[in-house]
């Protein structure tokens, strides 16, 4: 016999004679609404959890790897900024860590710490490099093959190996520098800085044919000081020749400072632990590489 609800209607008796069909409902109903808050839990925790990802992120940035990581580091890093003059990141080396090479990459690609080195032209080299006798990107007397500085007379920055002295030489070729022994000795070209000279730097800059000397670009330098210590220099920030210059007497440290600039604008480059400075990101065809020989 069928039974009635409280309308008038009616109601499907279960097997036992008990009216189920209402109970089966409420059972569907609360087991939705239990999903359905499973549901919304996991979603918060996975917001809650990405939120963190992302705030750890900011607050502690992966570095990317890069080739020179890991090796020996034979070298000094410093900052140097003064106030209305370009922040300089600076690396302390030995001379007798300074390894000058053409590898035709942009820095970030090289397995070595440094800096970019001297001017050149698609893959030829129209700054002096050369390393007892053997220049860096080809054989002596080449053309491009860091044996001269292309075109112009102009600063090249000596270390002479026996005499355990810097000095900057202002040459065409490497047969034109002074050193003392042609098997102890590097030289990089580049254009004088003439640190100590503030009335003549911008008319011998000039007459060594510094490239956009008046324009805000990024700039290097090579400077040493009476102490021996060499100081490969990188702004990032565009700066002209002066300002650059200015910087480089407030924040390289130590007496009798000189250098010579090196190649700038996008081909200043640096690799370091503390700092990867790519420049534009275009090729260099020479470095002035931080050794990691043992």
Not at 147 to 170: C, E, M
Request: proline letters at 6%.
């Amino acid at each position: 016999m069928s039974g009635r609800n409280d309308a008038g209607g009616p109601q499907e008796a279960g097997p036992d004679g008990t009216h189920a069909q209402p109970d089966r409902q409420a059972a569907d109903f609360s087991d939705r609404r239990r999903l359905r808050r499973r549901l919304i839990g996991t979603l918060l925790v996975l917001l809650a959890l990405s939120a963190a990802a992302a705030v750890w992120l900011l607050l502690f940035p992966s570095k990317p790897a890069q080739p020179f990581d890991g090796l020996p580091k034979r070298y000094t890093y410093a900052e140097a900024k003064a106030p209305g003059l370009p922040k300089l990141h600076m690396l302390a080396v030995s001379p007798d860590d300074i390894v000058l090479r053409a590898d035709k990459l942009p820095l970030k690609q090289i397995p070595a710490y440094g800096i970019n080195g001297g001017f050149f032209y698609e893959e030829s080299l129209l700054s002096l490099a050369v390393t007892d006798d053997k220049p860096a990107n080809g054989k002596r007397d080449a053309y491009g093959s860091g044996w001269f500085n292309a075109k112009y007379a102009r600063g090249t920055l000596v270390w002479d190996g026996a005499k355990r002295k810097f000095s900057v030489q202002v040459v065409s070729s490497a047969d034109e520098l002074k050193v003392s022994d042609r098997s102890d000795y590097f030289a990089q070209g580049g254009v004088s800085l003439n640190l100590a000279n503030e009335d003549i730097w911008e008319d011998r800059s000039a007459r060594e044919h510094l490239p956009f000397a008046g324009d805000k670009r990024m700039r290097s330098a090579l400077v040493y000081n009476n102490a021996g210590q060499l100081w490969l220099v990188v702004t990032p920030a565009s700066s002209t020749a002066a300002d650059f210059r200015a910087a480089l007497l407030a924040g390289v440290p130590g007496e009798g400072r000189e250098g010579i600039f090196l190649d700038g604008d996008g081909s200043s480059q640096m690799n370091a632990d503390e700092v990867l400075l790519p420049g534009d990101g275009r090729m260099v065809v020479q470095m002035i590489a931080v050794s990691a020989a043992e």
